[in-house]
């Protein structure tokens, strides 16, 4: 199993959004994390597809489109154009979820399946087959800095175990309050991709990078 450090961009420094993006990659961030918010599935509105487009040039990463928004089989060709390798949607903001996925996975990239503190991780269970990744958000997605929610610890582990039963290869990426202090356990309890934006771009971005980076080293 990979372990994946995935930055998020929505907490980094715009006024040198470039340097701050070699910095990760140069701490050995594999992955490129954006909060895309639409201001309808969630209250806030964050950047979308000239951003992402502008940085595919800048960047060897893994780009990984998180899009908050209502109804997003409409823009997934779009970001996909755009440099996305991964995409994922939200299951409460789709109408169809199965015809969204696969219009993802029908465009040569990751699909990704994201639920809300509050939904049943036994939603998923029925679109195991269509997705690369199911993301447990361990915040109430729309705003960046809130405190880690202890109980998608159970979350994490429930959907592990139900990918386990599944016997599919699918990744567990959490979002949401990642700090260097909680790390581990949920590395623990069955995650492999860590989103994280505060932790990450601070006053040493490179040395933030690789210090996530070495506590994967254990877990490979």
Sequence with gaps: MKYVIAPSIL?????????????????????????????????????????????????????????????????????????????????????????????????????????CPETPVEEIREYLEYVDMILIMSVHPGAGGQKFMEESLDRIRETRKMIEESGKEIDIQVDGGVKLENARKILDAGANILVAGSAVFGDNIVENTRKFVEIFRDYE
Excluded: W
């Design 11 to 115: 907490s980094a420094d715009f006024t040198q959004l470039g340097k701050d993006i070699k910095e990760t990659e140069e701490g050995g961030a594999a992955y490129l994390h954006f909060d895309v918010m639409d201001g309808m599935f969630v209250p806030n509105i964050s950047f979308g597809i000239p951003v992402m487009k502008s940085i595919r040039k800048a960047t060897h990463q893994v780009m990984d489109a998180h899009l908050m928004v209502q109804d997003p089989i409409r823009y997934v060709k779009a970001f996909k154009e755009a440099g996305a390798d991964l995409i994922t949607v939200h299951l409460e903001a789709c109408p169809d979820v199965r015809k969204t996925l696969t219009e993802i996975k029908d465009l040569g990239i990751m699909a990704g399946l994201s639920i």
